[in-house]
């Protein structure tokens, strides 16, 4: 419908506001949008008669506050000291979330809400997502115009006079897989890999309801502006069949929206609406979506890797990739992008907790499934070789004919990480680095991003390698890559350790003041209750089933063969879930550590209960397989 109102513009007036609503009868209510320390996005129903009538306390944060404990803002809002206010953010888009499935008889359009992101104020302080990486560019600004002023002239970028700068912009963007499945039913996983592991899905056609739901998000998401680049079939997935009817059942297909990069702040506020309207238009045609970054174990796993550009802007009005080298054809980059590619790899330890805080996230990072496990970068092997590493954290991008399209790729993040708090711990890790790198020359800072491990250099860690040009998975043992790169975490409380682990780090993101020890302790604690509670309601009890389904199966002609695999799998059963008097199972260890709250415990016999599990589940695969 050509004549529905699809989004305000950022820094509209309240006169263009009321205007704008008044003249759009078919908006019905007004949602305020806060994010919490988990990414969550606060929704209700404001009719909006309110919000046009009291516009002036929306905009003050007197006219609604929520219950903060309620939200993950733990230790900040508690149940004797709950109440959070909410102003609304004018800075930014505001969009209208249409409901297609219930039309106002009065206008014969559907049914609309405005969609206000707004800040979570408790006692007086901005605590939500939102804030933290508002408040970080600014800070992030103010230091880089400084640095500006005080080093006119930076290597790789001489044709820009430090005096001219007169602003920093930050660029963001996200690319969201996800699966697209039949509801309740169960998805082939042998068959799906088999068709992964031979290519057959990647960029495939979409058929039936699933090209027409894809189509339609493209179509949609348009009509708010965002640009749509692309959508497409990703690796994973299966060949839908087609009952007598002649509709498609089985679908279980894996799928990728890109659109255009935004101001930081913007592009996070982007993503949550695009999830929004992913969700409920393939909803409307029958198909279930997941986000979860690994909603099927041994298939490949939602990524929604993570932009990151910086510019500045002079006083003749000009736009300056600051990543981008004069001459690119010397130079891979200026020494602003090396100081922010160092800073970022020296300091992930204290990022990536934003990055990957459950269970979920973590069961994604996997060798083999074009997801990074090692903390490393891949520029190229010369200037004029653009590198496409897919097996690296985070690489740089670059377009010998485009200036402005330089920019560094995370590859680790997921559809449901926090941007907001992952954008604001970047953008302070990579002013680390650039207060470095601006003294230097972009020949010194190849030096340093290249250096083999156990080199001193003068700003990267002396006993780790930071660059690579190999297949990080085929080319390097897991010895050498936890040696060369650092081990991972493989559990939510090693990854939340790093916050301890590493102060000299979480020194470098908490630099700006915003992502501060409070929002920090919110974020782990909240993370950590999580990952306790998903572990005992949900992951315990669905292992649980699968000892349970590993059942003896009785045949007339039974092989020594099947006797040894039998037992081999009863073994493993019982140690998995079974009690005794004397000797307690690992599940009952495990979840009598988590409420004891002993975390490292529970941590280890996490890891121990995935490998016994895959073991038992590969077992009892060889073992049926065998029986006739």
């Known amino acids: ?165 007169v602003d920093i912009s930050f660029t963001s963007a996200t690319e969201l897989e996800f699966w697209v499945k039949t509801p309740l039913e169960e998805a082939a996983i042998e068959e799906m890999s088999a068709s992964q592991v031979m290519q057959e899905q990647y960029w495939e056609r979409t058929h039936g309801a699933v090209r027409t739901a894809m ?64 969700k409920e238009v393939f909803r409307s045609m029958g198909l279930e979506v997941s ?26 009005g000009k736009l300056h990739n ?5 001459d690119q ?34 069961n994604r990072l996997k060798p083999g499934f074009e997801a990074p496990v090692c903390i490393v970068t891949s520029l190229g092997h010369k200037p004029d070789q653009p590198s496409r590493n897919r097996t690296i954290l985070a690489g740089l991008i670059r377009d010998l004919g485009n200036p402005y399209a330089t920019r560094f790729e995370l590859r680790a993040c997921n559809p449901y990480t926090n941007t907001y708090l992952v954008l604001a711990a970047i953008y302070s890790a990579c002013l680390d680095g650039i207060k470095v790198a601006v003294k230097h020359t972009t ?21 780790r390698a930071y660059r690579s040009e190999k297949d990080v998975f085929e080319d390097y043992t897991e010895e050498e890559r936890d040696r060369l790169f650092g081990a991972p975490p493989a559990t939510v409380w090693e ?28 974020f782990r604690d909240g993370a950590l209750i999580r990952w306790k509670t998903e572990l005992i309601a949900r992951i315990i009890p669905e292992n649980r089933d699968i000892v349970r389904k590993a059942r003896e199966i009785k045949s007339d002609f039974v092989t020594d063969q099947d006797s040894y695999n039998w037992n081999k799998i009863n073994g493993i ?23 004891e709250g002993d975390y490292a415990t529970a941590s280890g016999l996490q890891v121990e209960m995935y490998d016994k599990v895959e073991e038992l589940k590969v077992l009892y695969d060889s073992y049926s397989k065998n029986m006739i």
């Open 1 to 165: 419908m050509e004549d529905l109102l699809y989004v305000i513009p950022a820094n509209s007036s309240k006169e263009e506001v009321l205007e704008l609503v008044k003249s759009h009868p078919e908006i019905k209510f007004v949602s305020l949008v806060g994010v919490d320390m988990a990414g969550n996005d606060t929704d209700e129903k404001i009719p909006v008669r309110i919000f046009l009538k009291d516009i002036d306390d929306f905009y003050a944060g007197t006219a609604v506050q929520t219950d903060g404990s309620s939200v993950v803002l733990t230790g900040i809002a508690t149940l004797n000291n709950a109440k959070v206010d909410m102003p609304i953010d004018p800075s930014v888009n505001w969009f209208v979330d249409y409901n297609m499935e219930y039309y106002d008889d009065e206008t014969g359009k559907p049914v609309g809400t405005l969609r206000i992101p707004s800040f979570l104020v408790h006692e007086g302080k901005r605590v939500d997502s939102r804030a933290v990486l508002a408040d970080s560019m600014e800070f992030v600004k103010k230091e880089l115009l400084k640095l500006f002023q005080e080093n006119p002239k930076m290597s790789g970028l001489e044709s820009i006079d430090g005096n001219d700068v």
């Open 443 to 463: 020949a010194e800072l190849l030096a340093e991003l290249s250096k083999e491990a156990g080199e001193e250099g003068f700003y990267l860690e002396k006993d």
């Open 329 to 362: 054809l010397k130079d891979f980059m200026s020494s602003v992008g090396y100081g922010a590619i160092m800073g970022l790899l020296k300091n992930y330890e204290s990022i990536n907790p934003f990055v990957s805080a459950t269970n979920d996230s973590l």
């Open 573 to 595: 059963r019982t140690y998995l879930a079974k009690d005794s008097i004397d000797e307690k199972s690992l599940f009952t260890l495990l979840i009598n550590a988590l409420n």
């Open 215 to 278: 189509e339609n998000c493209l179509l949609e998401l348009d009509k708010y502006g965002f640009s749509v680049e692309m959508g497409h079939k990703e690796v994973g997935g299966l060949k839908a069949q087609i009952d007598e009817n002649g509709h498609m059942t089985h679908v279980c297909e894996q799928l990728e929206i890109d659109w255009r990069f935004a101001d930081a702040l913007q592009a996070a506020d982007n993503e949550i609406f695009v999830r929004t309207v992913v």
């Open 495 to 522: 990854n939340m350790q790093n916050f301890e682990n590493y102060p000299e780090k979480k020194a470098v993101i908490t630099s700006g003041g915003a992502l501060n020890d409070q929002i920090i302790n919110a």
């Open 291 to 316: 986000f979860k970054a690994k909603p099927m174990i041994g298939l490949a796993g939602n990524g929604e890797h993570t932009h990151i550009g910086m510019a500045a802007i002079t006083k003749d």
């Open 322 to 326: 600051l990543f981008t080298a004069d």
